[in-house]
């Protein structure tokens, strides 16, 4: 290992004097070389500093989950939303009736109540819990230099933990329809602010742990529907009225963002957190590089002979990208280098969000039972739609089909485009153009199970392979960028989701 290391310290002086010859670059590489002592006691105590219990990975999946609470916990009671503004606005209507035509009160108070989605609920749910995700995400890329992280996650999470109690209490307020969409529409708003800084700062944050921590972030958001989705089974089943259960259900997220806080606040106490959060700003490129040449080394010690050859390759591949990594990125550059990405995730998203849950939320089961009908929507739209999600994206840990360089991944994935007919002529009430094709609540089942895998597959597969295109040093700019189209994608979705629902 020290014979390792000593090759590794005179490559890295050859390597990088080739690239450089001016005085400054001089001096950078004296001061790197100089750290080169550091680094090996730095690698030896990175040996020693363990994620005891995984403690660390568990908060990491917690704060994954606790960042898309607040978008799963509003999709997901869409009906009992629904039912308060419909209901409400049908005592509007028939209260202006004139009661001494009782038929006509009959028929009125029947199509108010059918016509159920007179405020377009699901729409401007979705519009406005994504357009601040696209907002806030850019405001996060200004934010972060000014205010500091501590401040903007903790903050973040206290201010949804208070909109969530607020969502809460408003379940036992008795209020006008339009009071209760506008009070709804302003939380969903500014939840989805918060969360989107919560969002941008957690996964700058992640940058500073190794990569396996993002992956567990990421499966944390993907459990957040999930969750969401057994709490509103749980309470639907908990036999209590309607505002009870709402309340029980809202409740939960409360409950789940302050253990978020809770946990947050622990972090910086583990030894294991510490010692990688220690690195700053300026020093992360460095770091990176010093971790990138600890990996091999340590990848190096149980190599044959033979094999150490290979390895060399690979560290010189290395330092001649560590010598770029002092070269300004090119937002340009690596725009080129991962539109495809780009365009798939936007495109994925795109489909998605125009469908679910604006339309698929209004589908209702197709058989009598009046049981059956009340969970119909929780387990077949919103848990399906969720663990296939996830299975989606847990299948590339396995395969990355059909890899990086398929120029045809955008038109594969356009293919997704299928399920917006298919949801549209399922069974939705109070159509008006299109008819019932798919009433039986098969056909549904079936095109969610597709349509969520699917979405959780190109999604993951799109944010793993756009790292790929790039060179080490351009991964952050990469992140910055995919987050950005994820944004756009989501917010595309939602706004073509009001044409989709026009057309029904
Ligand atoms: N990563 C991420 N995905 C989101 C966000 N909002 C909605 N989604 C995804 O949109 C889909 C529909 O809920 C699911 O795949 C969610 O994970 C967000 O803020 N961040």
Same mark, same amino acid.
């Given at each position: 290992?020290?014979?390792?290391?000593?090759?590794?310290?005179?490559?890295?002086?050859?390597?990088?004097?080739?690239?450089?010859?001016?005085?400054?670059?001089?001096?950078?590489?004296? %001061?790197?070389?100089?750290?080169?002592?550091?680094?090996?006691?730095?690698?030896?105590?990175?040996d020693?500093?363990?994620?005891?219990?995984?403690?660390?990975?568990?908060?990491?999946?917690?704060?994954?989950?606790?960042?898309?609470?607040?978008?799963?916990?509003?999709? &997901?009671?869409?009906?009992?939303f629904?039912?308060?503004?419909?209901?409400?606005?049908?005592?509007?209507?028939? +209260?202006? @009736?004139?009661?001494? /035509?009782?038929?006509?009160?009959? /028929?009125?108070? #029947?199509?108010?109540?059918?016509?159920? #989605? #007179?405020? %377009?609920?699901?729409?401007?749910? &979705? @519009? @406005? $819990?994504? @357009?601040?995700?696209?907002?806030? &995400?850019?405001?996060?890329?200004?934010?972060?230099?000014?205010?500091?992280?501590?401040?903007?996650? $903790?903050?973040?999470?206290?201010?949804?933990?208070?909109?969530?109690?607020?969502?809460?209490?408003?379940?036992?307020v008795?209020?006008?329809?339009?009071?209760?969409?506008?009070?709804?529409?302003?939380t969903?708003?500014?939840?989805? $602010?918060?969360?989107?800084?919560?969002?941008?700062?957690?996964?700058?944050?992640?940058?500073l742990?190794?990569?396996?921590?993002? +992956?567990?972030?990421?499966?944390?958001?993907?459990?957040?529907?999930?969750?969401?989705?057994?709490?509103?089974?749980?309470?639907?089943?908990?036999?209590?009225?309607?505002?009870?259960?709402?309340?029980?259900?809202?409740?939960?997220?409360?409950?789940?963002?302050?253990?978020?806080?809770?946990? =947050?606040?622990?972090?910086?106490?583990?030894?294991? !957190?510490?010692?990688?959060?220690?690195?700053s700003?300026?020093?992360?490129?460095? /770091?990176?590089?010093?971790?990138?040449?600890?990996?091999?080394? %340590?990848?190096?010690?149980?190599?044959?002979?033979?094999?150490?050859?290979?390895?060399?390759?690979?560290?010189?591949?290395?330092?001649v990208?560590?010598?770029?990594?002092?070269?300004?990125?090119?937002?340009?550059?690596?725009?080129?280098?991962?539109?495809?990405?780009?365009?798939?995730?936007?495109?994925?998203?795109?489909?998605?969000?125009?469908?679910? *849950?604006?339309?698929?939320? !209004?589908?209702?089961?197709?058989? &009598?039972?009046?049981?059956?009908?009340?969970?119909?929507?929780?387990?077949?739209?919103?848990?399906?739609? /969720?663990?296939?999600?996830?299975?989606?994206?847990?299948?590339?840990? =396995?395969?990355?089909?059909?890899?990086p360089?398929c120029?045809?991944?955008?038109?594969?994935?356009?293919?997704?485009?299928?399920?917006? *007919? !298919?949801?549209?002529?399922?069974?939705?009430?109070?159509? +008006?153009?299109?008819?019932?094709?798919?009433?039986?609540?098969?056909?549904?089942?079936?095109?969610?199970?597709?349509?969520?895998?699917?979405?959780?597959?190109?999604?993951?597969?799109?944010?793993?392979?756009? *790292?790929?295109?790039v060179?080490?040093?351009?991964?952050? $700019?990469?992140?910055?960028?995919?987050t950005?189209?994820?944004?756009?994608?989501? +917010?595309?979705?939602?706004?073509?989701?009001?044409?989709?629902?026009?057309?029904?």
């Amino acid at each position: 290992m020290a014979r390792t290391a000593a090759l590794l310290i005179e490559n890295h002086g050859k390597c990088s004097l080739s690239a450089c010859d001016t005085d400054e670059s001089l001096r950078s590489l004296l %001061q790197v070389n100089e750290g080169h002592q550091k680094e090996t006691s730095r690698m030896s105590l990175k040996d020693e500093v363990q994620d005891k219990y995984r403690l660390v990975a568990v908060i990491v999946f917690i704060l994954g989950l606790g960042t898309l609470l607040p978008w799963n916990f509003f999709i &997901t009671a869409i009906p009992y939303f629904q039912s308060r503004l419909t209901t409400e606005k049908a005592l509007d209507r028939i +209260s202006e @009736l004139d009661y001494s /035509n009782t038929s006509l009160a009959n /028929n009125t108070s #029947d199509k108010a109540l059918h016509s159920g #989605d #007179d405020f %377009q609920f699901n729409n401007w749910m &979705t @519009l @406005l $819990a994504q @357009l601040p995700l696209l907002l806030c &995400t850019f405001l996060n890329s200004f934010l972060y230099q000014c205010v500091p992280e501590k401040v903007r996650i $903790a903050g973040s999470m206290v201010a949804i933990l208070f909109l969530f109690t607020i969502t809460a209490v408003l379940v036992k307020v008795e209020m006008s329809p339009q009071t209760f969409f506008d009070v709804t529409m302003s939380t969903i708003w500014f939840i989805n $602010a918060f969360c989107a800084i919560l969002q941008g700062s957690l996964f700058g944050l992640l940058t500073l742990l190794p990569q396996t921590y993002s +992956s567990l972030f990421l499966s944390g958001q993907g459990m957040a529907g999930t969750f969401a989705a057994l709490a509103m089974l749980l309470s639907m089943s908990s036999g209590a009225d309607h505002r009870t259960t709402a309340l029980g259900y809202f409740v939960t997220p409360c409950i789940g963002t302050f253990i978020s806080i809770m946990c =947050y606040l622990m972090l910086p106490r583990l030894d294991f !957190a510490k010692f990688h959060f220690s690195k700053s700003g300026s020093n992360s490129a460095k /770091n990176y590089e010093l971790d990138t040449k600890a990996e091999l080394l %340590q990848q190096e010690v149980n190599l044959e002979a033979a094999e150490q050859k290979q390895a060399m390759h690979k560290v010189k591949e290395a330092e001649v990208l560590t010598g770029e990594g002092a070269q300004k990125v090119s937002m340009c550059a690596v725009l080129r280098k991962i539109w495809i990405m780009a365009v798939t995730i936007v495109l994925t998203f795109g489909v998605t969000l125009s469908v679910f *849950p604006a339309i698929t939320a !209004a589908v209702q089961s197709g058989t &009598t039972d009046e049981n059956w009908g009340r969970f119909f929507n929780p387990v077949c739209c919103f848990l399906i739609f /969720n663990v296939m999600d996830w299975a989606g994206r847990s299948l590339t840990s =396995y395969t990355l089909w059909p890899g990086p360089d398929c120029k045809f991944l955008p038109l594969i994935v356009a293919v997704r485009f299928i399920f917006v *007919p !298919a949801f549209m002529l399922c069974n939705i009430s109070g159509k +008006s153009y299109l008819p019932i094709v798919f009433g039986n609540d098969a056909w549904f089942v079936i095109f969610m199970i597709f349509f969520s895998f699917t979405n959780g597959y190109f999604v993951s597969l799109s944010m793993c392979l756009a *790292p790929k295109k790039v060179l080490p040093h351009e991964c952050e $700019a990469t992140g910055a960028i995919m987050t950005f189209f994820l944004a756009l994608g989501l +917010s595309v979705g939602a706004g073509l989701s009001f044409l989709f629902k026009a057309l029904l």
